[in-house]
């Protein structure tokens, strides 16, 4: 079934503004663009990661799963260097960054942006202005630029309805696709994902999926989607990091993922991972 945009474009196509606009993420000479080697965490003496390794490749999408605070957001949050490992290394495009301060933090954070749960959106500016803030921040765009690409992006994750409304107006499912838009404006190579699909109607989460797909298949972008929603990762996933007890019990294909006959993972795929309703058509 092939979708449409409300403007009449067909789904699968990202508007060519937009693709002239948002420029393809950087390359890099070779290796992974993130990698964890052998990172521990733990709180108050209670381990959370321990020895947890895992890579992902330009372009890829990674999907991070296992049950509720087994340390998948954690995980993230020590990418974006909001949390900081006890030991092991963290890669991102080749540099080590567990020991960057913030100023070398900032840097990466441009490189690799999250979309969080609730939105974090700036509640005094209207969805246009939330989204077209790193457009302001990176400099050299003349206003008209900056509001066709905003309002575009906003179209794009179809919230084109409420471009001037504020953020506590907006349902959750909306603040997360505001989210999206003005996470992909900052122009990222890596995308962070946690929970995109959680309290958000099915189609809504479908449109996210979809939206993360067009993202990789026609900009290149790298992403890591932490989700409990097993057909939202199906969809979406090249390679699965599968938590269990604070290790990763599985990182690789997610075809071997799926046909894993490690008990955990059989656990995990017929009691937790697909106890979501099916959304509409997926
Ligand atoms: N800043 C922190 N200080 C202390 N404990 C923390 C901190 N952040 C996370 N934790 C603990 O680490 C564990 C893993 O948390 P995390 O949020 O990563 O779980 P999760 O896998 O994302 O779970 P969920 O699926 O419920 O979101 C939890 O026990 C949590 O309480
Ligand atoms: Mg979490």
């Given at each position: 079934?092939?979708?449409?945009?409300?403007?009449?474009?067909?789904?699968?196509?990202?508007?060519h503004?937009l693709t002239?606009?948002?420029?393809?993420?950087?390359?890099?000479e070779?290796?992974?663009?993130?990698?964890?080697?052998?990172?521990?965490?733990?709180?108050?003496?209670?381990?959370?990661?321990?020895?947890?390794?895992f890579?992902?490749?330009?372009?890829?999408?990674?999907?991070?799963?296992?049950?509720?605070?087994?340390?998948?957001?954690?995980?993230?949050r020590?990418?974006?260097g909001?949390?900081?490992?006890?030991?092991?290394?963290?890669?991102?495009e080749?540099?080590?960054?567990?020991?960057?301060?913030?100023e070398?933090?900032?840097?990466?954070?441009?490189?690799?942006?999250?979309?969080?749960?609730?939105?974090?959106?700036?509640?005094?500016?209207?969805?246009?202005?939330?989204?077209?803030?790193?457009?302001?921040?990176?400099?050299g765009?003349?206003e008209?630029?900056?509001e066709?690409i905003?309002?575009?992006?906003i179209?794009?994750?179809?919230?084109?309805?409420?471009?001037?409304?504020?953020?506590?107006?907006?349902?959750?499912?909306?603040?997360?696709?505001v989210a999206?838009?003005?996470?992909?404006?900052?122009?990222?190579?890596?995308?962070?994902y946690?929970?995109?699909?959680?309290?958000?109607?099915?189609?809504?989460?479908?449109?996210l999926g979809?939206?993360?797909?067009?993202?990789?298949?026609?900009?290149?972008?790298?992403?890591?989607?932490?989700?409990?929603?097993?057909?939202?990762?199906?969809?979406?996933?090249?390679?699965?990091?599968?938590?269990?007890?604070?290790?990763?019990?599985?990182?690789?294909?997610?075809?071997?993922?799926?046909?894993?006959?490690?008990?955990?993972?059989?656990?995990?795929l017929?009691?937790?991972?697909?106890?979501?309703?099916l959304s509409?058509?997926?």
């Amino acid at each position: 079934m092939t979708e449409t945009l409300p403007n009449g474009e067909p789904e699968d196509a990202l508007p060519h503004e937009l693709t002239e606009a948002i420029e393809k993420p950087s390359e890099v000479e070779h290796g992974p663009i993130i990698s964890f080697e052998h990172v521990n965490i733990a709180f108050g003496g209670r381990p959370v990661l321990e020895d947890v390794s895992f890579t992902v490749d330009r372009g890829q999408t990674l999907c991070i799963l296992g049950r509720s605070g087994v340390g998948k957001s954690v995980t993230l949050r020590l990418l974006m260097g909001f949390l900081k490992s006890d030991s092991g290394s963290i890669h991102v495009e080749n540099k080590e960054i567990t020991e960057l301060d913030e100023e070398g933090m900032r840097e990466i954070r441009k490189r690799v942006t999250m979309v969080f749960q609730n939105g974090a959106l700036f509640d005094s500016l209207s969805v246009r202005e939330n989204v077209a803030f790193p457009l302001r921040e990176r400099g050299g765009l003349a206003e008209d630029q900056i509001e066709q690409i905003a309002d575009r992006l906003i179209e794009m994750v179809g919230a084109d309805d409420v471009v001037e409304s504020l953020p506590a107006s907006l349902s959750t499912g909306r603040k997360r696709a505001v989210a999206i838009a003005r996470a992909l404006a900052a122009q990222p190579d890596v995308v962070l994902y946690d929970e995109p699909t959680t309290m958000v109607d099915p189609l809504i989460a479908k449109r996210l999926g979809n939206l993360i797909q067009r993202l990789k298949k026609q900009l290149g972008f790298t992403s890591i989607v932490v989700t409990h929603d097993m057909r939202f990762a199906e969809r979406l996933a090249d390679t699965v990091l599968f938590l269990h007890q604070g290790r990763a019990a599985y990182f690789g294909p997610l075809q071997g993922f799926i046909t894993s006959g490690d008990i955990n993972i059989q656990q995990f795929l017929t009691l937790d991972a697909y106890e979501l309703p099916l959304s509409p058509g997926g």
